[in-house]
């Protein structure tokens, strides 16, 4: 457009200005050009930047006056650098205005992309079910998995049929070779349909044993809960809870856990309980235990592992790793979106699983230290050290950890998930997490500087290396957020050589990227019975597209 666009847009004034006779006085000529006659009414218009809004008038009709002012000037009196200043920031808004047009194109572009792909739901590869109320419809398994707060088993019923049997058993991970790809190779073909769920008991303590209490003590467990995970008698009872409303729910989402049902039953002795934990279990079940008779269960999908169990025997490809960072950057921005910070993010608190293609497919799990309070949203005043900052003091982020309490003191969490994504990386590329590492040698997130920070493997991707630099900028102001870090790898990924020269391409042309991408996506995702990592992540990224975020991941990528 520009310059093309410039030169006809002069000389149709130039036209004008011939037609009308050099000879008439210059006053009449301007008249002709005044902008506020009844043929042009000037009207701001709603795509334009808020910086640009104070004018009461668009920037087309801005352009013409301040041109019409210009031949006024050049016709009549005037200095002739005045003259040329009105010519030259006439043309020059002119130059904007057109530009500002394309814009909004690519940004409606964009937002019908965005539209459609939100429209297709995330669907659970669990058969739906409508009892599972009460732990008598589940049968218990083996122990999968232990924390400091609850017990994990793993649990079948005749009601929850898998749709597919691509998973392996927990259980089955510890093995005696030594060659890891063996070890791996062995667990994807060991399927665990025979238990296609996992049961977790939460350890109650002081909560008592009524289902008010528990509801009321452990609702942050529930932020992840599906709409009808409870009867519709318990999730009343959870309205008056700690959050003094229903906690925020998050809907479902790919990198994200899904509990399917949550109710609160009597404490059974299960298997490896004596052992395990003896102290939390009920006076009726062990004389010297702490528990109360009843806790809350959850019930959920069985994944066979953990992050940090599966990268203690494999160690995925350079493509892999980055998959894996981008699905926790995606589940992390699901969370930042509807105002929950999970603020415990670590490789113990990511479950994996393959796709059909062998790809690790990752979710975010365990909310028991999450922010999701309606009155708070991503911010928490801090005004005592009482407070709950959160869970994992090792990977707070440096604004969480270093946050001092006092009157108006409030800590933002906008971003502090992302900064752990950016630990957790060191350990998916095979390297120790820097600020776990015991010793002179490891980092504390109060005062580390950047340059401290080891290098990371010399294989690794360019642009995965500068997402891991980004996140764990100390300056939240200056770290990006997980959507615009995810966005930095979708266009690694993806933009090939279409986004190559992005620096002398328009938006315009990232939008016809964008519409051939969505294209290729709903080819791909036409013939397939079940949905790939990669699949999934670009649907995420294309329900999420947004111009302005776009733009500011190519800046990263450009300049670092």
């Given at each position: 457009?520009?310059?093309?666009?410039?030169?006809?847009?002069?000389?149709?004034?130039?036209?004008?200005?011939?037609?009308?006779?050099?000879?008439?006085?210059?006053?009449?000529?301007?008249?002709?050009?005044?902008?506020?006659?009844?043929?042009?009414?000037?009207?701001?218009?709603?795509?334009?930047?808020?910086?640009?809004?104070?004018?009461?008038?668009?920037?087309?009709?801005?352009?013409?006056?301040?041109?019409?002012?210009?031949?006024?000037?050049?016709?009549?009196?005037?200095?002739?650098?005045?003259?040329?200043?009105?010519?030259?920031?006439?043309?020059?808004?002119?130059?904007?205005?057109?530009?500002?047009?394309?814009?909004?194109?690519?940004?409606?572009?964009?937002?019908?992309?965005?539209?459609?792909?939100?429209?297709?739901?995330?669907?659970?590869?669990?058969?739906?079910?409508?009892?599972?109320?009460?732990?008598?419809?589940?049968?218990?398994?083996?122990?999968?998995?232990?924390?400091?707060?609850?017990?994990?088993?793993?649990?079948?019923?005749?009601?929850?049929?898998?749709?597919?049997?691509?998973?392996?058993?927990?259980?089955?991970?510890?093995?005696?070779?030594?060659?890891?790809?063996?070890?791996?190779?062995?667990?994807?073909?060991?399927?665990?349909?025979?238990?296609?769920?996992?049961?977790?008991?939460?350890?109650?303590?002081?909560?008592?044993?009524?289902?008010?209490?528990?509801?009321?003590s452990m609702s942050q467990e529930l932020v992840p809960a599906g709409p009808v995970a409870m009867k519709e008698e318990k999730a009343m009872i959870a309205l008056n809870g700690h959050f003094g409303r229903t906690p925020k729910r998050v809907s479902a989402h790919p990198n994200v856990i899904r509990v399917h049902r949550a109710f609160t039953a009597k404490v059974p002795l299960l298997p490896g309980a004596q052992d395990e934990y003896p102290d939390v279990l009920p006076a009726r079940l062990n004389p010297a235990g702490m528990g109360n008779n009843r806790t809350l269960f959850l019930v959920m999908k069985n994944?066979?592992?953990?992050?940090?169990?599966?990268?203690?025997?494999?160690?995925?490809?350079?493509?892999?790793?980055?998959?894996?960072?981008?699905?926790?950057?995606?589940?992390?921005?699901?969370?930042?979106?509807?105002?929950?910070?999970?603020?415990?993010?670590?490789?113990?608190?990511?479950?994996?699983?393959?796709?059909?293609?062998?790809?690790?497919?990752?979710?975010?799990?365990?909310?028991?230290?999450?922010?999701?309070?309606?009155?708070?949203?991503?911010?928490?005043?801090?005004?005592?050290?009482?407070?709950?900052?959160?869970?994992?003091?090792?990977?707070?982020?440096?604004?969480?950890?270093?946050?001092?309490?006092?009157?108006?003191?409030?800590?933002?969490?906008?971003?502090?998930?992302?900064?752990?994504?950016?630990?957790?990386?060191?350990?998916?590329?095979?390297?120790?997490?820097?600020?776990?590492?015991?010793?002179?040698?490891?980092?504390?997130?109060?005062?580390?500087?950047?340059?401290?920070?080891?290098?990371?493997?010399?294989?690794?991707?360019?642009?995965?290396?500068?997402?891991?630099?980004?996140?764990?900028?100390?300056?939240?102001?200056?770290?990006?957020?997980?959507?615009?870090?995810?966005?930095?790898?979708?266009?690694?990924?993806?933009?090939?050589?279409?986004?190559?020269?992005?620096?002398?391409?328009?938006?315009?042309?990232?939008?016809?990227?964008?519409?051939?991408?969505?294209?290729?996506?709903?080819?791909?995702?036409?013939?397939?019975?079940?949905?790939?990592?990669?699949?999934?992540?670009?649907?995420?990224?294309?329900?999420?597209?947004?111009?302005?975020?776009?733009?500011?991941?190519?800046?990263?990528?450009?300049?670092?």
């Amino acid at each position: 457009m520009s310059v093309k666009h410039a030169i006809s847009r002069g000389l149709e004034l130039g036209r004008s200005v011939f037609q009308l006779g050099l000879l008439k006085p210059a006053a009449r000529i301007a008249a002709k050009f005044r902008v506020g006659q009844t043929a042009r009414t000037v009207q701001p218009q709603i795509f334009l930047p808020s910086r640009y809004r104070y004018y009461r008038m668009s920037l087309s009709g801005l352009a013409a006056q301040l041109q019409s002012r210009g031949f006024r000037r050049f016709l009549g009196a005037g200095f002739p650098r005045n003259r040329a200043v009105y010519l030259a920031f006439g043309l020059g808004l002119g130059l904007i205005e057109q530009q500002l047009e394309d814009d909004r194109r690519s940004t409606a572009t964009c937002q019908e992309i965005q539209a459609f792909f939100r429209k297709k739901k995330f669907q659970s590869t669990l058969k739906p079910f409508a009892s599972g109320y009460k732990l008598e419809d589940y049968v218990i398994g083996k122990q999968i998995g232990k924390g400091c707060n609850a017990v994990v088993y793993e649990a079948t019923t005749p009601f929850a049929v898998p749709r597919g049997s691509g998973k392996v058993s927990l259980v089955e991970l510890k093995s005696s070779g030594d060659d890891k790809k063996e070890v791996v190779g062995a667990l994807r073909s060991k399927s665990i349909a025979n238990y296609p769920l996992a049961v977790k008991m939460m350890w109650n303590i002081g909560a008592g044993s009524s289902s008010e209490a528990i509801l009321n003590s452990m609702s942050q467990e529930l932020v992840p809960a599906g709409p009808v995970a409870m009867k519709e008698e318990k999730a009343m009872i959870a309205l008056n809870g700690h959050f003094g409303r229903t906690p925020k729910r998050v809907s479902a989402h790919p990198n994200v856990i899904r509990v399917h049902r949550a109710f609160t039953a009597k404490v059974p002795l299960l298997p490896g309980a004596q052992d395990e934990y003896p102290d939390v279990l009920p006076a009726r079940l062990n004389p010297a235990g702490m528990g109360n008779n009843r806790t809350l269960f959850l019930v959920m999908k069985n994944y066979p592992f953990t992050l940090r169990q599966y990268l203690e025997v494999s160690l995925p490809s350079h493509k892999q790793g980055s998959l894996m960072i981008l699905q926790l950057l995606e589940g992390v921005d699901h969370l930042c979106k509807q105002g929950i910070a999970h603020r415990d993010l670590k490789s113990d608190n990511v479950l994996l699983e393959f796709d059909s293609g062998g790809c690790p497919r990752l979710v975010i799990t365990d909310f028991g230290s999450c922010l999701a309070e309606w009155d708070y949203a991503l911010q928490l005043p801090f005004n005592s050290r009482c407070v709950n900052r959160g869970g994992n003091a090792c990977l707070m982020a440096p604004e969480v950890a270093s946050a001092i309490p006092g009157p108006g003191v409030v800590i933002d969490y906008g971003k502090a998930d992302a900064w752990a994504v950016g630990t957790i990386s060191y350990e998916i590329f095979g390297q120790p997490n820097p600020f776990y590492s015991p010793g002179s040698e490891g980092l504390d997130s109060r005062k580390y500087q950047e340059k401290q920070l080891p290098p990371l493997p010399a294989g690794m991707p360019t642009n995965s290396q500068l997402v891991v630099r980004l996140l764990l900028r100390r300056n939240p102001n200056k770290r990006p957020s997980a959507r615009v870090a995810a966005n930095i790898l979708h266009l690694s990924l993806w933009g090939g050589r279409a986004l190559a020269n992005q620096d002398r391409a328009s938006k315009q042309q990232m939008a016809d990227w964008l519409l051939c991408q969505s294209a290729v996506v709903l080819l791909n995702g036409s013939g397939s019975g079940r949905t790939s990592v990669e699949a999934e992540l670009q649907r995420c990224f294309l329900s999420n597209v947004d111009l302005e975020d776009l733009t500011t991941a190519m800046g990263f990528l450009l300049f670092g």
